[in-house]
Nanobody
Framework: QVQLVESGGGLVQAGGSLRLSCAAS????????MGWFRQAPMKQRELVGR???????NYAGSVKGRFTISGDNAKNTVYLQMNSLKPEDTAVYFC?????????WGQGTQVTVSS
């Protein structure tokens, strides 16, 4: 059973930066897209950013210009560079990898931005 393991979360002051990493415990083939979602307390999970197998990216409007997603399909890893963090970015961040047959999720990593 392949698992996704996130790392890099933590507590940071507003204006600071964090880099999240996500690695698969095994090999995943036929990746269509890799991305990051987040869920704040009492809110629905939302897409933060996604990168397709062709390298196309898209971001939530609230993070565009501040966050950058990158990935390595061969290594089954995906990263999220978060700059100029705001208190409203506080949430649990989940890694996601979508293949032709399956949707993989990580267990989540907490990001807390203090004002």
């Amino acid at each position: 059973q392949v698992q996704l393991v996130e790392s890099g979360g933590g507590l940071v002051q507003a204006g600071g930066s964090l880099r999240l990493s996500c690695a698969a415990s095994g090999s995943i083939s036929s990746i269509n897209a890799m991305g990051w979602f987040r869920q704040a307390p009492m809110k629905q999970r939302e897409l933060v950013g996604r990168i397709t197998s062709s390298g196309s990216t898209n971001y939530a409007g609230s993070v565009k210009g501040r966050f950058t997603i990158s990935g390595d399909n061969a290594k089954n890893t995906v990263y999220l560079q978060m700059n100029s963090l705001k208190p409203e970015d506080t949430a649990v961040y989940f890694c996601n990898i979508v293949t032709a047959w399956k949707n993989y999720w990580g267990q989540g990593t907490q990001v807390t931005v203090s004002s």
